[in-house]
């Protein structure tokens, strides 16, 4: 996995999924075919929104709806980023994304194997639910939430995305960061490409 599946993967997991495997190739637009995606060099932090849009953009309809909310997750990603120091730079990419992206080929999460991915970590979620519910605070959240070491990148990011409150995604990021060095240490790689 490298920094920018670990960036749209954080936004929307599925569509992250469609990356996994792909050929990296640099070029003047952002487009994603079945075996490759091409890449312009820009910012980072606009490449990522950029991807997730280009990759929203070759589902069909049906899969779009499904993912609606994931839209909103890009968008809301992009307004965060033209409020940060970083906005003026980027916001010729996040505001015409039309010119930065090229249609490619049609593609389909598979939504199979999301599942199959999914039912091993929902025990995971259980856990955290239950943990959210005892624990008296942050810290003992934190300190109790040493199980999450056993995840892996992927599986931590997939976590994530199955919690659908923001304040309790935001423990368990805290909480992979502090047990999980494999997670901690994509996270450092990650923020570094954003700040570019």
Same mark, same amino acid.
């Given at each position: 996995?490298?920094?920018?599946? @670990?960036?749209?993967?954080?936004?929307?997991?599925?569509?992250?999924?469609?990356?996994?495997?792909?050929?990296?190739?640099? %070029?003047?637009?952002?487009?994603?075919?079945?075996?490759?995606?091409?890449?312009?060099?820009?910012? @980072?932090?606009?490449?990522?929104?950029?991807?997730?849009?280009?990759?929203?953009?070759?589902?069909?309809?049906?899969?779009?709806?499904?993912?609606?909310?994931?839209?909103?997750?890009?968008?809301? @990603?992009?307004?965060?980023?033209?409020?940060?120091?970083? *906005?003026?730079?980027?916001?010729?990419?996040?505001?015409?994304? *039309?010119? &930065?992206?090229?249609? *490619?080929?049609?593609?389909?999460?598979?939504?199979?194997?999301?599942?199959?991915?999914?039912?091993?970590?929902?025990?995971?979620?259980?856990?955290?639910?239950?943990?959210?519910?005892?624990?008296?605070?942050?810290?003992?959240?934190?300190?109790?939430?040493? @199980?999450? %070491?056993?995840?892996?990148?992927?599986?931590?990011?997939?976590? *994530?995305?199955?919690?659908?409150? %923001?304040?309790?995604?935001?423990?368990?990021?805290?909480?992979? %960061?502090? &047990?999980?060095?494999?997670?901690?240490?994509?996270?450092?790689?990650?923020?570094?490409?954003?700040?570019?």
């Amino acid at each position: 996995m490298d920094e920018l599946e @670990f960036c749209v993967k954080s936004l929307t997991y599925p569509l992250g999924m469609l990356l996994e495997g792909k050929e990296r190739r640099a %070029g003047n637009t952002v487009r994603i075919t079945r075996d490759a995606i091409t890449l312009p060099r820009i910012p @980072f932090a606009a490449l990522c929104y950029l991807t997730g849009i280009a990759l929203f953009d070759s589902l069909d309809l049906v899969d779009k709806k499904r993912l609606g909310n994931d839209y909103d997750s890009l968008e809301t @990603f992009r307004g965060k980023l033209l409020n940060s120091k970083l *906005g003026e730079a980027l916001r010729p990419y996040l505001e015409s994304p *039309g010119r &930065h992206v090229s249609p *490619g080929d049609r593609l389909a999460v598979d939504w199979l194997e999301f599942e199959r991915r999914a039912e091993k970590v929902r025990p995971y979620l259980e856990r955290v639910l239950e943990l959210h519910t005892s624990a008296t605070s942050r810290a003992d959240f934190l300190e109790k939430a040493g @199980f999450l %070491g056993e995840l892996t990148v992927d599986e931590g990011l997939l976590l *994530g995305y199955l919690t659908e409150d %923001g304040k309790l995604r935001e423990l368990i990021n805290a909480a992979l %960061g502090k &047990h999980n060095p494999d997670f901690k240490a994509m996270v450092v790689k990650y923020f570094k490409a954003l700040r570019g």
